[in-house]
Structures are given as C-alpha cells and as structure tokens.
C-alpha cells in the first residue's frame, strides 16, 4: 500500500508513518513547514512540502499520483483561533479529498474529533471554550461534506475516526472501537495502530463513523470487528446517525 498523511508531522500522523514503514508500506507525508521535511523523512516517508491552507486541488494531487489511500491527520493546532479552524480542520480536509478524486484516489481516513455531535445543529455546550467550539465545528463539517462524497457507488471510500481524549502513555493495543461509544481517553500509539489496520479494510458506499477510546479488545479484533459490522449494516452508516 502507498498512503499519503496530510500533516504528517503531527504525533498520531508520524507514530502512523513509522508503523505503515515498518510493515513495509509506501508513506508520502504532506506538510507545511520545510523545517519538517527531516522527521518525516526519518520516519519512513516521503515527504512533500504543501500548504493545505494556500494550495490549489492540482498542485496536491501532483503528490497523490500512484497513491491508494489517503489520511487526513492535520489540524490547526493549539493557540490557533476560530478562523484557522475553519482553513485547516475542515477547508483543507474537503481539498484533500478534492485532490484525491483528481488523483484517481477513492479510498479516505479522516481523522476527526470526539464530541463533534455535541454541535449539531449549531448546538453550544455549556462550559466549552469558544475556539473548542469552533474546531468541533470545523471537524463535524468536514465529515459531513466528505460523507456526502462517499454516497453512491464510485464515491470516497470514507472512514471517519472519532478518537477521544490523546494521551501519550504507552499502547495498551486495546480499545473500544464502534459507532458510539462512552466518552473516555486513548493513547496517540493506539489511534495510530487503530488507523493503520483501518486502511487494510476499505469503507462500504456511503462511509463509516467509527469512534474510538481505551478499552478491552485487541486493536486487530476490534478492527475486524467495527469492519464486519458495517458490512452487514451495523453503526457505521452517516455521521447523522445515533445509536
């Protein structure tokens, strides 16, 4: 497999590359900074310099050619404002997946936020930072206008990662992987390991919405599981849906 990491100098992004790397994967890592370029070299990809926030849908596609899947793991990071929010964490995401079409690229991981269902239906809840907001925002749009690309049969093979609260203890390699669960936290480590077995099990038409905390079952059993379970109609189905 050749994978292309948007914002491949995140923690969950890179901890992704040295594990597709080390199983013997192809990784093409997209960033924004040139003083990045290194890491990510050192991780096991090739990295590629683009501005997600400057940069039309051609000029990515130009670094998606020969690629078969795509990961959306970018974000404006903390100390950014509302706005950058909107750019990076649902903007960029929707040109990613532009680029990705363009490229012949069907097959997209989106790395997107626990609690974006909190704002639905422009929903305020109570004792949330303002900006925190605004990123909930950004990310539930974003799954929204890429699920809509994941209708019909020739459209994005779309997973959606809900991961809750990052920590950087080490893996557990268990977890909790379905449409909805209980709030809880994960390690960096798992997530990374989570979307790396996601990527060898391509999304049904219409996409999945996979949410994703600590918990009892190895990470290769819980994938196999959430996959089986889609298949057969089970809680992937849109980000609208609750259980």
């Known amino acids: 497999m050749h994978a292309a ?64 899947a795509v990961v959306f793991a970018a974000g404006a990071g903390p100390g950014s404002g509302a706005a950058r929010k909107d750019t990076v964490d649902r903007a960029a995401a929707v040109l990613l997946a532009d680029a990705a079409q363009r490229a012949g690229v069907r097959d997209y991981l989106l790395i997107s936020s626990f609690g974006v269902d909190a704002v639905r239906d422009g929903a305020a809840p109570e004792g949330v930072d303002e900006v925190f907001v605004a990123y909930l925002r950004a990310k539930l749009a974003a799954e929204e206008e890429l699920l809509a690309r994941a209708a019909g049969p020739d459209g994005l093979r779309l997973t959606v990662l809900r991961p809750g609260g990052l920590t950087d203890d080490a893996p ?4 909790r992987l379905e449409r909805s669960v209980e709030r809880g ?25 996979l949410e994703l905390v600590g918990g009892q079952e190895a990470v290769p059993d819980a994938v196999a599981r959430a996959v089986r379970a889609g298949r057969s109609g089970g809680p992937s189905g849109s980000v609208g849906a609750t259980d």
């Open 172 to 175: 557990a390699g268990r977890v």
């Open 5 to 68: 990491i948007a914002g491949a100098h995140g923690q969950v992004a890179r901890l992704l590359t040295r594990t597709l790397a080390e199983r013997g994967d192809r990784v093409t890592g997209l960033v924004r900074n040139p003083d990045h370029v290194a890491d990510v070299t050192a991780d096991g990809a090739r990295a590629a310099v683009v501005d997600l926030e400057s940069a039309g849908a051609q000029e990515v596609a130009e670094q998606l050619r020969g690629v078969d």
């Open 185 to 209: 936290s994960v390690p960096r480590a798992d997530v990374a390991a989570v979307c790396a077995a996601l990527l060898e099990h391509p999304a049904p038409p219409g996409g999945r919405v």
